[in-house]
Structure formats: C-alpha cells, structure tokens
C-alpha cells in the first residue's frame, strides 16, 4: 500500500474528471488522478464541440494555448430522405468576436492539454494505471482505491468517480446499475483528413471560422437518433448515434449507418478525396433527469 494520503483520488482524465482535479488543486487540496490509458485523452481519438464559458470559469485565459480547432460561426440542421435534404442555417458575423462561446476541438489533443493544466495547478497525474476496485472501511465507507500497480492501494478522503457513462468501477461496487439499453445511445464517428483550403472551400469559410452539420431522417433507419458533421482546420469530424436498444431491435449495424450516411448525395460531396485516419465509438447518455445515477454517498462523488 502507498503509505501517502490524498484529501482526494480522481479516476479519469476525460473532461469531468480534469475539471474535478483542476478546481480541487487550484484550492491547494492534495490531488491524486488516475487515468489508465498512456495519457490523458489517448482513448478519445474524436472531434467535439466545446463550450467556452464553463472553462473559462476554471481556466480565464484558455484561449492563449489551448489546441482550439475552429470557433463556430454557423449551425446548420438537415432533415434528409434517400436522395435529398431540406434545410435551415443561422450564421451570423457577430460570432466572429473576440471571444467565441463554441469551438471545434480534437479530444486527443485537448485533454492531453487540460491534463497539462492539472498538473500546474500541483495536483499528481499518474496514466497507465488502472484502477481495479474501492477500498471500503469496515463501516462500508469508501476510502481509497485499489489499482493494478505494485503496492496498489491508495487512500484519500474522497474517491472522484470521473469513469463517463459506462462507469464500470462503480457498477463493480455497486453504486450505480449499468445503464439501460434504451437510456444510452452509440455514437459511431471518423475523422477525414484534407487540406485546409479544402475544407474552408467545402464549407464557406476563412480563417478559423467553423460549421456544424446536425442531420435527421432517413439516415438512421427508423431508428431515434442523429447524424453529425464538424469542420476542425485540417479534417472533418463525421458520425452518427442512435439509442443502443434500436441497434438491438433492428439489427442496424453502427458501422452500416455511417457508411450509408457518407455515400449519402449531400455529404459525399464533401468529404470527396479525403483521408480517414480515425475511427471511434463511444457511448452518449440520453435518459435525462430520471437516469442520473446517485451522484455521491460515503467517500465518494460521480462526475
């Protein structure tokens, strides 16, 4: 066992549970964080989009270096049938400001830059390092971790649970059920490689101005769910979700969704000629308000 106590162990170094570390150390509380892949955004190889005045909050001079893609000066929603779309666009010069609300980011990048955030604020950032179960009191309260490193199990006064929505570690101790099929959507999601002229010609943009495609219809089968496209500087981040019980009841295949969505006549176009160098999958939670888990009890916190 590590000998040394921590006021508090986060597990996961996805948004959440960088936010978590950053705003307990920067109130110089002894931070320990988990992350088991190489490091922190290595699993998350998608794009996202980012809103600003929630970081900004934690760090106000993001935008100095923080690796931002595009910031967005138009939304646009499609409603698409076999052949064909119908649509409406907002687009607006006043989202050229100083200071954008919304941005493109690549995750890979962005939260291995948050981590380096973390890790100024004086908090510990260990990655590679999986942890395997809680340790619990005699009373049943949670006091530390127990991880798949020598010497393994460490204490703090409280564990972070930062897991995302499969929460694997908490289903395992029991504080939150796995979630429901008809709760969770699958996202499925590529990322297209072109020339960055390419791309502003594609899309209608200069700079680092930045579009969003959001798209309903036949695209999913009958299925609830949506595709997606973002425009980042050097690529185009394309996918499409639907809630995983649809998947289960119309044996629809993620993979055949987005494939049937890029060959679609108002998408091929505009990822012609392109190179596809990533391909994620993750899951997105959609039960609202009455699917959020219990959130804390003895020892413990989810975020």
Request: glycine content about 10%; charged content about 30%; proline content about 4%.
């Amino acid at each position: 066992m590590i000998e040394e106590k921590f006021d508090a162990i986060v597990v996961g170094a996805g948004m959440s549970g960088n936010a978590a570390a950053l705003a307990m150390a920067k109130r110089g509380m002894k931070v320990l964080q988990l992350e088991r892949g190489e490091y922190a955004g290595s699993k998350n190889v998608q794009g996202a989009i980012l809103y600003a005045d929630m970081l900004e909050k934690l760090i106000p001079d993001f935008r100095d270096d923080a690796p931002l893609e595009r910031h967005l000066v138009e939304q646009r929603f499609w409603m698409m049938d076999d052949r064909s779309h119908v649509g409406v666009h907002y687009r607006s010069e006043d989202f050229n400001e100083e200071r954008p609300n919304r941005y493109t980011i690549i995750r890979a990048q962005f939260d291995k830059w948050f981590s380096s955030k973390v890790r100024e604020a004086g908090a510990t950032v260990l990655c590679e390092t999986t942890v395997t179960e809680l340790v619990r009191d005699a009373n049943g309260k949670v006091i530390g971790v127990r991880t798949d490193r020598r010497d393994g199990e460490i204490h703090a006064d409280v564990v972070v649970l930062a897991e995302g929505v499969n929460g694997l570690l908490g289903t395992r101790a029991r504080l939150r059920e796995r979630p429901k099929p008809d709760k969770v959507a699958l996202a499925v999601k590529e990322m297209h490689f072109l020339p960055r002229e390419t791309i502003e010609a594609r899309f209608n943009l200069k700079g680092d101005e930045g579009v969003v495609v959001e798209a309903a219809g036949t695209i999913s089968c009958g299925m609830t769910g949506m595709g997606f496209i973002y425009a980042n500087k050097e690529c185009i981040s394309i996918g499409i979700g639907c809630i995983v019980a649809d998947f289960q009841s119309t044996a629809e295949t993620p993979y055949g969704l987005l494939d049937r969505f890029k060959r679609h006549p108002s998408v091929a176009p505009l990822i012609e000629g392109s190179e596809v160098k990533e391909y994620s999958a993750h899951l997105i939670p959609e039960g609202g308000y009455k699917a959020i888990p219990q959130l804390y009890g003895e020892g413990w916190v989810v975020v």
